[in-house]
């Protein structure tokens, strides 16, 4: 079992990786892959890696038809509680990317917020690109939001020390071969509590250009790479990467 299929840490990190800032900027990130993808009222949207929901149920208020996908049942169940409580209707599926069933095609399917790269081989990551790209509808839009090599050096940083969710939290970050990876470890500590945990894990880092020219072989008519969800170009500029594809 890899780090990311593990409940306990997605319950001991998951408030710490999603603070009020990424739930605060979940409904622009919404509305962005709506106009992104063209989407309609009633399409059908695919959050591959839907986590806790915050952008499942932020498409669900725009009328879209929205399933969520996630390995980790604790956060599919955030999720639904989060869908009621805002009184949309969410399908949630406790699946792994790499062996879903790509039979089922939707307008949209997306992966966001750098939830992509944390296999072992180059091979399951890519299989994973190929499941979410062979679930798109012909006509249909996919969209990968995530760090790329390009921007991890740009805005690398060797680590910091800030307080959230009642923990004090030590990051540190390294390189991993000739930026192929990137190294993080993060340390909660309450001494309070006398709660201390440690968890470690390495992001393979992908060329924005490797990533389009995939999507190309993986089927789409179009790729482009752009540097934020506004669609801004994809340079020494960009805040992060966003790599669209059309079928």
Known sequence: MEWFEKEDF???YAPIMFDDNRWAEAPA????V???????????????????GRISVELALLNLKVTGIDIIQSELDAAKESAEDEGVELELIKADLRTIDTARKYDCVINLYTSFGYCDTTEEDMLIL??????????????????????????FTAGEKFERAGMEVTTD???????EGLRSKWIL???EQNIHIE???VQRLYPASFLRDKLLEFGFSKAEVYGDYTQTPYDDKAITMVVVGKK
Do not use: P
């Not at 990130?29 to 962005?32: F, L, R």
């Not at 969209?143 to 390009?150: A, F, K, P, V, W």
């Open 34 to 52: 709506k106009q992104i993808a063209d989407l309609q009222d009633g399409d059908t949207v695919l959050d591959a890696g839907c986590g806790l």
């Open 10 to 12: 997605w319950i001991n």
């Open 130 to 155: 190929k499941n979410m790209a062979d679930s798109v509808k012909k006509g249909g839009t996919f969209i990968l939001e995530c760090t790329s090599r390009e921007t991890a050096i740009m805005y």
């Open 189 to 191: 500590d309450n001494k």
């Open 199 to 201: 968890h470690e894990f």
């Open 173 to 179: 970050f390294g390189v991993v071969g000739a930026w």
């Open 29 to 32: 990130v919404a509305e962005y």
